[in-house]
């Protein structure tokens, strides 16, 4: 059986990123088909952090004689604020009392509201809640339904954490949710109340945001500012373009392929360098950054042109005898990620890790080996490819590099991931490219390289940025039942920078490098 109604919020901005101190604006609008009794409308914005996660103990029962297995599941639960306000009666109609309930005639209602997002770190109400599951025998007929567990509470200071969802079950997620929730409260025994809520997009400040600098770090100082990652790429020459002044055994048992090494290397602009107490790091990116303008990639191979021609072809040709050509490299295509890396607490603290495509770009731009430049290289990395027999054309301490052109890397990091951490819950970030290379002989072949660097992913370096539109996190919460307050409206905390200035790190002691 349908309802009479239709109750929906209409938010002013429902795809926008806010930012602490902004206000969320929109309508509740009620649609009645049949006349109704309302007693009041409430609206209200609240935030909540939440992971759970569970495990299975294994015993053997002596007196049963049989194994058993127990779950258990903890959840963690910081309500970081919750306030709202009475949009119905209007105020108008409040000013004179209340009538304890109202009938609404059959047609459209509309009634606006306002509500902002605290400016600082608020005072958190905490709970952990564990759920033990009862013995139960290897088969399913003798399951026997969990029992919940004494749990614990108590608050702390915490500031905001940004939007996050990673949602697998009831009892493995781990979650930062922000919503405003719309409640009918309907007065009578057979009368239910009913409501809607609408998840928002939030990221803290710049200058409040909360993360950790563990993956950049190296033996107490941070790593170098570059990242890189190895493959090989086949290439082959046909018969009819080798040398035809070699002699017949070396014709015969010499080969027309090699297995070529690639390194592709990124780079973190200088200018795009920080200040911390334990050192300086480039690692450090924000939403919206073009990734033309933070990093620098090259591609480095140990052979030049004229080694390759010398493996495949022959010996080199003398100066003025037309060369027999070699394939040219092919970049295909680039493909940029950023993985998070997830951990969350609940029985035990438990890890997991998943990539958020940023963009894909298809090229067919091709490259002779004549364009890598040579450059001094002192890795070890680039030369454990190459074959012992080919050793003597790889020279120790040098390298041959193509730079890769700016237009090609240029794509802006648009992303909700961020980097943060908070009591239960913390996301590092590690920015991965993929790039395609392929020959341009008839038998095409190609490789795909891939590179995994940590970074720190911070919101916007722009502080208008909240007026981008973003898309919000994906993965729902948990359903919850949808209840007036228990608590009457009320103000947004206060921030108390005093308060809070010995308790919480920022951003604010990060410096851009002179």
Known sequence: MGHSYDFKIALNHPNRQFRPGEAVTGNVVLKVEKSMTVKEIYVELSGELESCNYKYMHQYNYATKRHESRRISNTIKYDLFRYGVKVFPPPNIQQFGSAGDYTLAEGSYTYPFELEFPEGPVEARTYSQFEVGNSYMSTPLMFIPPQLASGSSGSTLMSLPPSFSMYTDDDNHAYVNYVVEATVDRKGFLKSDFGCRKALNFAPHLEQVMFSLGPLMDRNSFMNNFGMGNSTLRIEISKNKRREGKSFFKKVFSSRHLKVPFELVVEFKRSNAVQYPRGQTCRVLHQNDNLADVVNVRLYTPFSKDALQQILIGEVTKKGESANSLCRVVIKELAVSLAQDIRYQGVEEQRCRRDVRVGTKSYKHEFDFSDFEQVEYWGASLYQNVKQEHASFAESGKAYMLEIPPEMLSMPLNSVVQSFTAPNISCDVYLKLSMVLATTEETQNRTRIFLDTPIAFLPSRNANYTS???????????????????????????????????????????????
Do not use: R
């Open 468 to 514: 981008m539109t973003v898309e919000p996190p994906a993965g729902p919460p948990p359903n919850t039942s949808s209840v007036p307050p228990s608590q009457p409206a009320g103000l947004a905390p206060a921030y108390d920078k005093d308060l809070c200035s010995d308790t919480l790190p920022s951003y604010t002691d990060v410096k851009q490098a002179g």
